[in-house]
T-cell receptor, first 109, second 114 residues
Framework: DVKVTQSSRYLVKRTGEKVFLECVQD?????MFWYRQDPGLGLRLIYF???????EKGDIPEGYSVSREKKERFSLILESASTNQTSMYLC????????FGSGTQLSVL | DQQVKQNSPSLSVQEGRISILNCDYT??????FLWYKKYPAEGPTFLIS?????DKNEDGRFTVFLNKSAKHLSLHIVPSQPGDSAVYFC?????????????FGQGTRLTINP
């Protein structure tokens, strides 16, 4: 079974902090994604990556950046966290279908 | 611009009965459709999919129907069980404006009552 691991299940940060969300997959997938899930809005794509050191903006990239230094690891970075970034963040890798991690519930106070 | 819509935020069904979850899409370039199920505090898990060349796909208690002319798909669960209580997301995939896209709906929270 594919395993997608997100390093934190719950995070609480303060406005203005720099936040790193880490994601690791163990199936050598080339494609990895970061989504956020908000009530009534579904899953919205923030950034994705097709290969190491490659990144593409999704539908809502503002306020976020990403890093893909190794194939198995895809990091989401909030340069200066804001309260409207309080959300459930989901990482996924892709091979014919998306495999999701368990999610990180981030609260920005 | 919501390209994939699940117009029912919630649905409540009696155990043993059929659950029907609906999803509409607007872009005719979508050619592959998926349903995901999500429990609280967990990531979504893949449930079932259908290609646009088909109009029906079954997997055990789960059947997905696709009506391309109406740009509508539905997920049928029968018989419904308490463990089916979850949020269900539909997703549509295809080449949109030169890029491969996967777009999710807003989700429908299904509650199965004993």
């Amino acid at each position: 079974d594919v395993k997608v691991t997100q390093s934190s299940r719950y995070l609480v940060k303060r406005t203005g902090e720099k936040v790193f969300l880490e994601c690791v997959q163990d199936m050598d997938h080339e494609n990895m994604f970061w989504y956020r899930q908000d009530p009534g809005l579904g899953l919205r794509l923030i950034y994705f990556s097709y290969d190491v050191k490659m990144k593409e903006k999704g539908d809502i990239p503002e306020g976020y950046s990403v890093s893909r230094e190794k194939k198995e690891r895809f990091s989401l970075i909030l340069e200066s966290a804001s309260t409207n970034q309080t959300s459930m963040y989901l990482c996924a890798s892709y091979n014919e279908k998306l495999f999701f991690g368990s999610g990180t519930q981030l609260s920005v106070l | 611009d919501q390209q994939v819509k699940q117009n029912s935020p919630s649905l409540s069904v009696q155990e043993g009965r059929i659950s029907i979850l609906n999803c509409d899409y607007t872009n005719s370039m979508f050619d592959y459709f998926l349903w995901y199920k999500k429990y609280p505090a967990e990531g979504p898990t893949f449930l079932i999919s259908i290609s646009s060349i088909k109009d029906k796909n079954e997997d055990g208690r789960f059947t997905v129907f696709l009506n391309k002319s109406a740009k509508h798909l539905s997920l049928h669960i029968v018989p419904s069980q308490p463990g089916d209580s979850a949020v269900y997301f539909c997703a549509a995939s295809g080449q949109v404006q030169g890029a491969q896209k996967l777009v999710f709906g807003q989700g429908t929270r299904l509650t199965i009552n004993p």
